[in-house]
T-cell receptor, first 115, second 113 residues
Framework: DAGVIQSPRHEVTEMGQEVTLRCKPI?????LFWYRQTMMRGLELLIY????????DSGMPEDRFSAKMPNASFSTLKIQPSEPRDSAVYFC?????????????FGSGTRLTVV | KQEVTQIPAALSVPEGENLVLNCSFT??????LQWFRQDPGKGLTSLLL?????REQTSGRLNASLDKSSGRSTLYIAASQPGDSATYLC????????????FGKGTRLSVIA
């Protein structure tokens, strides 16, 4: 398996533009997580899915953020409109179990810069 | 709300030294605790997992301990090498076991040759 695949690796966009981040989880993993990492706040959970259904989106910072998982092999995180304070590294992770465990696999992340 | 703290935020040691990284959590009712490694520009890799009923786990030169009553865990790295340079993150799962990991901000380790 190629692991969790995220695209793009880097994204630079202007304030106000729509940004879409993509994730392909490991086949057979029932859980998918979106995290955001910044120096100030560390790694924050934004939202997670179980069998394509959103379970907890309380970490989504504002209505500008939305996430979907239309099928078991694909998820998107969308920011519209983007703002400079959204600049961060966004990670997708997938797991067999909700509570982690050694099967918790992270993608390489998308570094987002909003100017 | 569970909070995880890691001190120090950064650490620099000479090659060959034994070192300890610290992690503390505010609620001792945890399901498990994990240590991750993050290399620059990369995602996180799981190193060790300690279940709430365990006191320690070992993998090669790494040893992680857990003291739930005091809300602390340590990651011991023996005979450090430059290849150990990375950020090490601690994460806990609250007791119910059906919530995702809560992460600390990590300790950035530099091992100097």
């Amino acid at each position: 398996d190629a692991g969790v695949i995220q695209s793009p690796r880097h994204e630079v966009t202007e304030m106000g533009q729509e940004v879409t981040l993509r994730c392909k989880p490991i086949s057979g993993h029932d859980y998918l997580f979106w995290y955001r990492q910044t120096m100030m706040r560390g790694l924050e959970l934004l939202i997670y899915f179980n069998n394509n259904v959103p379970i907890d989106d309380s970490g989504m910072p504002e209505d500008r953020f939305s996430a979907k998982m239309p099928n078991a092999s694909f998820s998107t995180l969308k920011i519209q409109p983007s703002e400079p304070r959204d600049s961060a590294v966004y990670f997708c992770a997938s797991s067999l179990f909700e509570a982690g465990g050694l099967g918790y696999t992270f993608g390489s992340g998308t570094r987002l810069t909003v100017v | 709300k569970q909070e995880v703290t890691q001190i120090p935020a950064a650490l620099s040691v000479p090659e060959g030294e034994n070192l300890v990284l610290n992690c503390s959590f505010t609620d001792s009712a945890i399901y498990n605790l994990q240590w991750f490694r993050q290399d620059p520009g990369k995602g996180l890799t799981s190193l060790l997992l300690i279940q709430s009923s365990q006191r320690e786990q070992t993998s090669g030169r790494l040893n992680a301990s857990l003291d739930k009553s005091s809300g602390r865990s340590t990651l011991y790295i023996a005979a450090s090498q430059p290849g150990d340079s990375a950020t090490y993150l601690c994460a806990v799962v609250p007791y119910s076991g059906n919530t995702p990991l809560v992460f600390g901000k990590g300790t950035r380790l530099s091992v100097i040759a």
